[in-house]
């Protein structure tokens, strides 16, 4: 019952040894999502042993090279590999003509259809199944790159039916779905058992937010509210906001800002600048703000439990 987030890079625009552009891999209930795909990224999938021929859905949150790269090496490979299953990838439209001309140019095809969904400027409904959805949101990047950020939430799972509490009432294997849906049980005689008695809440679903490469905006805080994680760049330190402001980005100071405002249980800070090698001083300054706070470096595997009681942070 997984909902674990795999860090396969957390670098800005210049990579360092060892750093990796943007990249992400969210699984949740063995579902999984490549979230940007800097370059490199194929490489830090293998590397950090997820299982690549499972992501069906890439989400790019906009056309900065250091967030896309990656992604026609990576799809090649698939390809390479007799690929059959559809990919979808969620992006600005333009990237669609991009991919299509490179293959074009190349005279090269894809063994597997590509899917490809544009995303808006509006908040938007973009995937859905039976476990999980997936919100894009906008952001405010440069102008020649519109940004959006992206919220996975769990869907509420089922009451779960205390079994022997079940079997005392002697309640019909056929009423059991009811009983997960939260009605009362009615006896032959006509006693009502209620619901309460014989099933408790289900664990409480979960929920991740991206936020990508943005200038600070207090409206993030709005589509994220309540998240239990929250990525956020932060990739400068506020003595730099002048700078942050002038490239479009966010310091860890405001990053930590939007986790107070938007509520989040846990903050996760990264795109870091390559003026930090060592990505400390951003990490202290956003919990001087918001306490519980990580740093992303590649290989983090952070993990939120089924009963969320505490979060897990795996090297």
């Given at each position: 019952?997984?909902?674990?987030?795999?860090?396969?890079?957390?670098?800005?625009?210049?990579?360092?040894?060892?750093?990796?552009?943007?990249?992400?891999?969210?699984n949740v209930l063995?579902?999984?999502?490549?979230?940007?795909?800097?370059?490199?990224?194929?490489?830090?999938?293998?590397?950090?042993?997820?299982?690549?021929?499972?992501?069906?859905?890439?989400?790019?949150?906009?056309?900065?090279?250091?967030?896309f790269f990656g992604?026609?090496?990576?799809?090649?490979?698939?390809?390479?590999?007799?690929?059959?299953?559809?990919?979808?990838?969620?992006?600005?439209?333009?990237?669609?003509?991009?991919?299509?001309?490179?293959?074009?140019?190349?005279?090269?095809?894809?063994?597997?259809?590509?899917?490809?969904?544009?995303?808006?400027?509006?908040?938007?409904?973009?995937?859905?199944?039976?476990?999980?959805?997936?919100?894009?949101?906008?952001?405010?990047?440069?102008?020649?790159?519109?940004?959006?950020?992206?919220?996975?939430?769990?869907?509420?799972?089922?009451?779960?039916?205390?079994?022997?509490?079940?079997?005392?009432?002697?309640?019909?294997?056929?009423?059991?779905?009811?009983?997960?849906?939260?009605?009362?049980?009615?006896?032959?005689?006509?006693?009502?058992?209620?619901?309460?008695?014989?099933?408790?809440d289900p664990p409480?679903?979960?929920?991740?937010?991206?936020?990508?490469?943005?200038?600070?905006?207090?409206?993030?805080?709005?589509?994220?509210?309540?998240?239990?994680?929250?990525?956020?760049?932060?990739?400068?330190?506020?003595?730099?906001?002048?700078?942050?402001?002038?490239?479009?980005?966010?310091?860890?100071?405001?990053?930590?800002?939007?986790?107070?405002?938007?509520?989040?249980?846990?903050?996760?800070?990264?795109?870091?600048?390559?003026?930090?090698?060592?990505?400390?001083?951003?990490?202290?300054?956003?919990?001087?703000?918001?306490?519980?706070?990580?740093?992303?470096?590649?290989?983090?595997?952070?993990?939120?439990?089924?009963?969320?009681?505490?979060?897990?942070?795996?090297?």
């Open positions: 019952m997984k909902f674990e987030l795999t860090i396969l890079g957390c670098g800005s625009a210049v990579p360092l040894k060892h750093r990796n552009c943007t990249a992400q891999v969210l063995e579902r999984y999502f490549l979230i940007d795909c800097g370059e490199g990224t194929q490489h830090q999938l293998r590397k950090y042993g997820i299982p690549y021929n499972k992501i069906n859905h890439i989400f790019i949150s906009h056309l900065h090279g250091d967030h992604l026609i090496g990576f799809l090649s490979s698939l390809s390479m590999q007799n690929r059959k299953g559809e990919m979808h990838i969620y992006a600005d439209a333009r990237l669609e003509r991009l991919i299509n001309f490179q293959f074009e140019l190349l005279r090269s095809k894809l063994s597997y259809p590509l899917v490809f969904h544009s995303l808006t400027r509006e908040p938007s409904l973009i995937f859905e199944d039976g476990v999980v959805t997936v919100e894009s949101f906008p952001l405010k990047h440069r102008p020649e790159a519109p940004s959006c950020g992206f919220l996975f939430k769990e869907k509420s799972r089922k009451r779960t039916i205390l079994k022997q509490a079940a079997a005392d009432a002697k309640v019909p294997v056929a009423f059991m779905q009811y009983l997960q849906m939260g009605e009362d049980y009615i006896t032959p005689e006509g006693v009502v058992v209620p619901n309460s008695e014989l099933t408790i409480a679903s979960r929920s991740y937010a991206f936020v990508s490469d943005t200038l600070y905006s207090p409206k993030v805080a709005e589509y994220v509210q309540g998240v239990d994680m929250l990525y956020h760049e932060a990739t400068y330190c506020h003595e730099l906001l002048k700078m942050a402001k002038l490239n479009y980005h966010t310091t860890a100071a405001q990053a930590a800002d939007i986790a107070l405002k938007a509520n989040a249980k846990q903050l996760i800070v990264g795109h870091y600048s390559s003026r930090y090698p060592d990505p400390e001083p951003v990490i202290q300054e956003a919990r001087t703000i918001f306490s519980n706070t990580y740093g992303a470096e590649d290989g983090l595997v952070f993990e939120i439990p089924l009963e969320k009681r505490k979060f897990v942070v795996n090297n």
